[in-house]
């Protein structure tokens, strides 16, 4: 389980995240809502553990997330996708995966249903540097998805998706938190995020402004299911 304690970041702007408090339990899908500017970023920063709080706490599973543990369970994406212009779509993701300690046939395995999953099949072999800025999204995605974590920290997702990818990535989400994993997801577009979170912060210049849980409305991810006659 993920915690924010009291969680206060203040640059010397005086801007940031102030006092906020919310948890993440296992399997639960957390959206962080909130126009440009209104501390979304920084609050990610914060539960990856890459920006240290100047009040308050993050404890992921009672410890703090920056440690050797706490980095194996989380898979952060950052806004900007960060990837070598001059490898391909299929050796970024070698080496990515490389990092996180897959090798031999298993890391073939793992890149190759990663391209899959992101409909990346026809750039495999293109550069990083040659590609647009959604299907740069995508790799970023695949990056996720061969992470294999039980954290995801996921930052604008959608931005330059196109919708099919959209539609995907609801389906991974959702995916991963019947397998007992947690997400947290920043956005802009609250319509994107509402009908697929458990609950949703709407953050307003740093603080935690509204709670809204997901109303219980029937989700069909399969008409088949509902049709069957048994
Ligand atoms: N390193 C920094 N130094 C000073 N101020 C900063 C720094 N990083 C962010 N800020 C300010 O803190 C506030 C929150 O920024 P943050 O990037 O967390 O917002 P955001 O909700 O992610 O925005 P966007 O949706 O545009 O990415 C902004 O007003 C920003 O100008």
Redesign the pocket.
Known sequence: MLCAEQLTKK???G???FNLNFKVSNGKIVGLV??????????MRCLAGLLEPDEGRVLLDGSHPNTSEGRKKIAYLP?QADLIPDLTVVEQLHFKAMAFGHKGPSLERIVQEAIKAVNLGAYAEQLCGQLSAGQRRRVWLAWAVLQQAELYLL??PTSGLDRKTQKWLKQWLDEQRLAGNSIVV?T?HIHWIEDIADYCLV?EQ?KIVKRKKRPNKLIVLDEKLLNRQD
């Open positions: 640059y010397r702007t801007e940031g995240v909130g126009t440009s500017g209104s501390g979304k970023t920084t609050l806004e930052d604008d920043a802009q953050l740093g």
